[in-house]
Every structure is written in structure tokens, then in C-alpha cells.
């Protein structure tokens, strides 16, 4: 993983880690688009498209909602309950899984330098190794590039581990 200093932002598809003032690690990503904030934010919150790049909800959507989200591109999927914390469309989504502790994502989208610039904010309990979870975000939000921008999508996971997981310090599985 990338070091960093607290204040640094990711200049590259990379998750950063660092660690705040009370220990816990943030894990963050950046992804930037030509198309507008509404076209990302669809991308983030419409069934169908969400179903394409990481997987599906179904619950209230509005802040306080809860409901079930799976992620049906994994192995094996697996539903977990989810809490919408904040949903300001199109600029801000947070969301807690009340199963997992402390599991908290706060996406914000916003328009720097005139393209769509998705930030996406994931801390965790200090000591907590978050490696495979950067993997497993960077892999979703090449996804989600995708789906944004009209590029491919990555190849399967074994292929993108085997490409990605030494920038992380993680070997592709035998």
C-alpha cells in the first residue's frame, strides 16, 4: 500500500492508507470522469446499474434507511444488513454495515477541474490489516470505472489479483 502523510490524497488507482490522530487507519480512493456528478451518483444509486459493477439493494433509500445489500460479484455471495447514514444526491453517500464492526463509507462526488471526481473514505480499527479490502475496493471502483465511462470492465478476480496484488504487497494465489 502507498504511504502516506494524513492530508495526502491517492495521484493514483491505489487505495491510500493512513493513520489519523486517534490510530485508526483511513483507507481512501479517488476516481475521476468526464461525465457530470448525476451520471456518477446514477451509476452509485440505480438498481440496475449498481448491479453491474458490485451488486444490488434492497431497503429504504433515504437517510435513517436500512435494508439488505449484497455483493453478487464475489465467490459467494452473501447479503448484510445496511444502514443509509447520509444521502445527499448527487454529492454524498454514507453508509454503515451495523453487522461489522465499525464499517463505515462515506463516498462524496464533486466536480474538480471539470470532471466528476468520486472520493471514497473507509476507516477501520488501528492495527486492523486492511489489504485485502483495498484489493476488494479497487477492484469494485475499476468496475465502476467502467460502468462510468464506458471503458471494459477488469478481467475476473484471479486475473486482477495477479496484475494488482503485488502493488499491494499481496501474491496472486497459487
Given at each position: 500500500?502507498t504511504a502516506?502523510?494524513?492530508?495526502?490524497?491517492?495521484?493514483?488507482?491505489?487505495?491510500?492508507v493512513?493513520?489519523?490522530?486517534?490510530?485508526?487507519?483511513?483507507?481512501?480512493?479517488?476516481?475521476?470522469w468526464g461525465?457530470?456528478?448525476?451520471?456518477?451518483?446514477?451509476?452509485?444509486?440505480?438498481?440496475?446499474?449498481?448491479a453491474?459493477?458490485?451488486?444490488?439493494?434492497?431497503?429504504?433509500?433515504?437517510?435513517?434507511?436500512?435494508?439488505t445489500f449484497?455483493?453478487?460479484?464475489?465467490?459467494?455471495?452473501?447479503?448484510?444488513?445496511?444502514?443509509?447514514?447520509?444521502?445527499?444526491?448527487?454529492?454524498?453517500?454514507?453508509?454503515?454495515?451495523p453487522?461489522?464492526?465499525?464499517?463505515?463509507?462515506?463516498?462524496a462526488?464533486?466536480?474538480?477541474?471539470?470532471?466528476?471526481?468520486?472520493?471514497?473514505v473507509?476507516?477501520?480499527a488501528?492495527?486492523?490489516?486492511?489489504?485485502d479490502?483495498?484489493?476488494?475496493?479497487?477492484?469494485?471502483?475499476?468496475?465502476?470505472?467502467?460502468?462510468?465511462?464506458?471503458?471494459p470492465?477488469?478481467?475476473?478476480?484471479?486475473?486482477?489479483?495477479?496484475?494488482?496484488g503485488?502493488?499491494?504487497?499481496r501474491?496472486?494465489?497459487?
Amino acid at each position: 500500500m502507498t504511504a502516506a502523510q494524513p492530508r495526502d490524497v491517492p495521484t493514483d488507482r491505489r487505495g491510500v492508507v493512513t493513520e489519523e490522530p486517534d490510530g485508526r487507519l483511513r483507507l481512501e480512493f479517488r476516481r475521476a470522469w468526464g461525465q457530470g456528478p448525476d451520471e456518477v451518483w446514477a451509476a452509485l444509486t440505480e438498481p440496475g446499474r449498481l448491479a453491474r459493477w458490485i451488486g444490488s439493494y434492497d431497503g429504504e433509500r433515504a437517510p435513517g434507511g436500512s435494508g439488505t445489500f449484497t455483493m453478487t460479484h464475489e465467490a459467494e455471495p452473501a447479503a448484510e444488513a445496511l444502514r443509509i447514514v447520509e444521502c445527499d444526491p448527487p454529492r454524498r453517500l454514507v453508509v454503515e454495515w451495523p453487522d461489522q464492526e465499525g464499517w463505515r463509507v462515506e463516498v462524496a462526488v464533486t466536480v474538480e477541474s471539470g470532471r466528476s471526481t468520486l472520493h471514497l473514505v473507509q476507516r477501520f480499527a488501528a492495527g486492523t490489516d486492511v489489504t485485502d479490502v483495498a484489493l476488494g475496493w479497487h477492484w469494485y471502483l475499476d468496475k465502476l470505472d467502467a460502468e462510468v465511462g464506458g471503458r471494459p470492465a477488469p478481467a475476473g478476480w484471479d486475473a486482477f489479483l495477479a496484475e494488482t496484488g503485488p502493488a499491494y504487497g499481496r501474491a496472486p494465489e497459487a
